[in-house]
């Protein structure tokens, strides 16, 4: 089942008419639900990027990287997006899940980044490997590498039921055209595309054409990989941040992305627990409306 243009608006409208409730009583609130056009599923409006997940298992900083996941998973958290183009992320996360006993509980993202055929199956049985479980809700064409190959093999795999979901991802303006020409020519059930405050290009073709073809979207570079931080500095948050139940910048960035109307799932990047836990509080409380989005607009772009 798909769901129509029409109903996401109007689910999206319904969580930015939610009612206002002080900052103690919202960080305990569940998080907020969105829906998977393809399937009708729910999942938490907000997911973790682990591109910095690096190193060696014995390193000064798996620790830190744990806590970070338990703090996101003790949070509600589930949706996990990993490569195996991060260095050894995925080694990385698979041992935390296995460690800490939550492989089942998280929805987990992966890619594949090769050309052809027979090195694109060794490197998503080597994710399989690496990840654990039977199968992954989401597998994404890396950077469109490859394609078109990749895609047939991920498509037989989703039938085996190896996949749940199948997608694309780019990071990339110059990759525009070529990701929409991709989303018209296959049954695709996410893109991945960066987004954010300060960088609104995908707004112009391809989140509206997602939202048109009943596919879900994830959303890389929420903060322009800090661009948006620096941009703000230590200026205050503006008044209008309360009406939208946020209480740190992160907050202000990720809630702009969570209320385009296509839905789309943020995966901030975080190795820290404090920034896990603030990113899960994004999804919690009020949306920016139409009206807000753009005055949110208008108070960054003078600072980019
Ligand atoms: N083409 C692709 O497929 C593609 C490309 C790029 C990224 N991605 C995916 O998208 C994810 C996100 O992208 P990204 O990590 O490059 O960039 P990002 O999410 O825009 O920014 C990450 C940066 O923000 C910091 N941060 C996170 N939460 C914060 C908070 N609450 N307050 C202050 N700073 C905070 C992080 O530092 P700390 O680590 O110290 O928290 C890190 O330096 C990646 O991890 C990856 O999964 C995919």
Redo the contacts with the bound molecule.
């Keep these: 089942m798909k769901l129509t243009r029409r109903n996401l608006i109007k689910s999206a409208v319904g969580i930015a008419a939610g009612a206002s409730l002080p900052a103690s009583i919202l960080a305990q609130a569940p998080l907020n639900m969105i829906t998977i056009p393809s399937s009708g599923q729910q999942v938490p409006h907000i997911g973790i990027?682990?591109?910095?997940y690096r190193g060696s298992l014995n390193s000064a900083e798996m620790p830190v990287f744990r806590d970070t996941f338990a703090t996101f998973h003790q949070g509600g958290g589930k949706v996990v997006?990993?490569?195996p183009n991060?260095g050894n992320s995925e080694e990385i996360i698979g041992h935390i899940m296995r460690d800490q006993g939550i492989r089942d509980d998280l929805w987990i993202a992966t890619?594949v980044d090769r050309e052809d055929r027979e090195s694109g199956i060794e490197r998503m049985e080597n994710s399989f490997a690496l990840l654990g479980g039977e199968s992954f809700e989401l597998m994404?064409v890396?950077?469109l590498r490859g394609t078109e190959t990749q895609l047939e093999t991920m498509k037989a795999w989703k039938q085996q039921g190896r996949f749940r979901y199948i997608g694309i991802?780019?990071?990339?303006d110059r990759q525009y055209s070529a990701m929409e020409a991709v989303m018209n020519a296959h049954d695709l059930d996410f893109i991945?595309v960066?987004y954010?405050l300060g960088n609104r290009n995908a707004n112009d073709r391809l989140l509206p054409l997602a939202l048109d073809r009943g596919i879900g979207v994830l959303v890389?570079?929420?903060?322009?990989?800090?661009r948006l931080?620096n941009a703000v500095g230590d200026r205050p948050l503006p008044d209008w941040a309360a009406d939208i139940d946020a209480s740190?910048?992160?907050q202000v960035f990720l809630k702009y992305v969570m209320s385009h109307p296509s839905g789309a799932i943020p995966?901030?990047?975080?190795?820290?627990p404090?920034?896990?836990e603030?990113?899960l509080n994004a999804a919690r409380g009020r949306l920016p409306d139409a009206t807000l989005r753009a005055e949110m607009e208008r108070f960054i772009d003078p600072l980019l």
């Design positions: 990027g682990c591109r910095n997006d990993t490569s991060y890619k994404q890396h950077n991802t780019t990071s990339n991945q960066d954010s890389n570079l929420p903060f322009g990989r800090g931080f740190s910048w992160a995966i901030p990047g975080t190795t820290k404090h920034h896990a603030d990113n």
